[in-house]
């Protein structure tokens, strides 16, 4: 638990700002929301191919109209960010291996080492790729108390999965929010489909469904309406989508569990 610094609402999983330190609420987690001491780290570093337009409607955050750098290329990376790829990536690949308790044959290995990396990074580009359609810069840091968090799930039986998130400078509707928050959980929704789909027809069914029940429980625990989960943004949005998505999620998870356990 914590508070916002900024309105003092508590938060069960408050976001830390990764300009300023400043521990915030939903409502404010964005540098402009905050108005971060530090928001010139969080604008557009030099050299990012993008074109400074307008985007539609009016900002979310102090009713001025919303400005963004629309991207030229779509899911540019930076150097910055692709040390945090690397970084967070690690982490959440030595979660999926300890839940082979560090035992198994090669491929098994391998294979849940390769579930657990797509499904993180599929889930936090499909963030990046949403928020730059919208003209928003979107990269990707670690969070220093998420990193603490994952890597202590290395060694705990209890696991949770969070080593950072898609950093977003620019203002924002709360639509748009939310469409950028349900792009990581539809994602890891539509790889749970796949990975189905693919167990109907391989002699390694099992090992697919367990593929899928990993994404689908990253997907239901990212959409719980709480702190800075994605569920939150998307509740804010959309009731009805959150409760359409949460349900197909969920009822997915316990079938799928089912089948596998």
């Known amino acids: ?73 779509i899911l540019w990376f930076g150097a910055r960010e692709l040390k ?6 690690i982490l959440v690949v030595l979660v999926g291996l300890s839940l082979t308790r560090w035992n198994g044959p090669l491929w098994l290995l391998g294979f849940i080492s390769a579930v657990f990396f797509a499904a993180f990074i599929m889930h936090e580009l499909a963030h990046k ?4 359609r919208h003209g928003l810069w979107a990269e990707f840091r670690v969070q220093p108390m998420g990193a603490m968090i994952t890597l202590i799930s290395v060694v705990s039986p209890f696991k949770l999965i969070a080593p950072g998130a898609v ?3 620019g203002f924002a509707e709360t639509p748009v929010m939310g469409r950028i ?18 167990s109907l027809v391989s002699p390694f069914g099992v090992v ?16 719980i309406p709480l702190g800075i989960l994605d569920g939150q943004k998307v509740l804010a949005w959309s009731k009805r989508v959150w409760v359409l998505l949460f349900a197909v999620c969920l009822i997915s998870l316990i079938f799928v569990y089912q089948s596998v356990f």
């Open 1 to 73: 638990m914590g508070k916002c610094d900024l309105c003092g609402v508590e938060e069960t999983l408050p976001f830390k700002c990764a300009y300023c330190g400043k521990s915030l609420c939903t409502d404010h987690r964005l540098p402009e929301a905050h108005d971060c001491a530090n928001l010139w780290m969080a604008k557009r570093p030099s050299g990012i191919p993008y074109a400074e337009t307008p985007t539609s409607g009016s900002g979310s955050y102090g009713g001025a109209s919303s400005w963004g750098y629309r991207p030229r290329r």
């Open 84 to 89: 945090h790829i690397a970084v967070g990536s």
């Open 129 to 132: 790729f949403v928020a730059q």
């Open 167 to 169: 950093v977003i400078s």
């Open 181 to 198: 928050a349900a792009a990581g959980p539809v994602t890891n929704l539509a790889m749970a489909v796949i990975l189905l789909g693919g």
């Open 208 to 223: 697919l469904r367990q593929g899928a029940y990993i994404n689908l429980l990253i997907a239901v625990f990212n959409l």
